[in-house]
C-alpha cells in the first residue's frame, strides 16, 4: 500500500519515468515487507516520508501522503485489495475525493493501481492523442467515454488502452 499510495499522489503533475517510477522501485526494493496502510504508517513514524521518497520536507506532496494514510486508515483500507473493494461505492468516491490532492484522474488512477480494469485515468496524454486523431474535447467525463467505447469496440480493458496511449504519447 505504500508504494500504492506513493505512486497515487506523486504522478499528478510529474513526469512518470523519471520522478514517480524510481521513487516506487526504491521504495519497493527497500521496504518490501512493508504490506499493508498500517504497516506504511509505522514506517513513517521512524523515517519521514520526505526521506522515504526523497522529497521536499513539508511538501504538498509528502502532506498529501501522510493525510491520505490517516484517511485509509480510517476506512480500514490495509491492502490494494481492500481499496479496491472500497472503490466500487460511488458514495465512497465522493469521499475520496474531498481528501487534498484527489481529483477525477487521481481517483481513477487509484482505481487502476487497486485492480480495476474497466477504468481510464484520463490526463493531458489522452487529450492530446485525442486532438490529434481530430477529436477535440476538453471535457473529463466526455474523453473518458470515448475510451471506454473505444476499448469495448476493440475487446480490450479501458486500463489497457489508457496505458497504451499514455505510453505511446509519453514516449513522443
Known sequence: MGATIIDGILQAGMNYKTVVKPRVIEYLNKYPAVITTSDFANLTKKIPISELI??????????????????????????QKDLNKWLLSK????????????????????????????????????????????IINTNYSET?????????????????????????????
Open 54 to 79: 526523497k522529497w521536499k520536507k513539508d511538501s504538498a506532496k509528502t502532506k498529501r501522503i501522510s493525510g491520505l494514510i490517516s484517511f485509509f486508515l480510517s476506512k480500514n483500507i490495509e491492502t
Open 91 to 134: 458514495d465512497n468516491i465522493s469521499e475520496f475525493m474531498k481528501q487534498d490532492g484527489i481529483g477525477d484522474k487521481t481517483a481513477d488512477y487509484f482505481k487502476i493501481l487497486s485492480g480495476h480494469n474497466n477504468v481510464s485515468a484520463i490526463d493531458r496524454h489522452l487529450f492530446n492523442f485525442l486532438e490529434r486523431a481530430g
Open 144 to 172: 473518458q467515454a470515448i475510451i471506454s467505447a473505444t476499448a469495448k469496440l476493440l475487446n480490450i480493458d479501458e486500463s489497457y488502452l489508457d496505458h497504451s496511449i499514455w505510453k505511446y504519447m509519453s514516449e513522443l
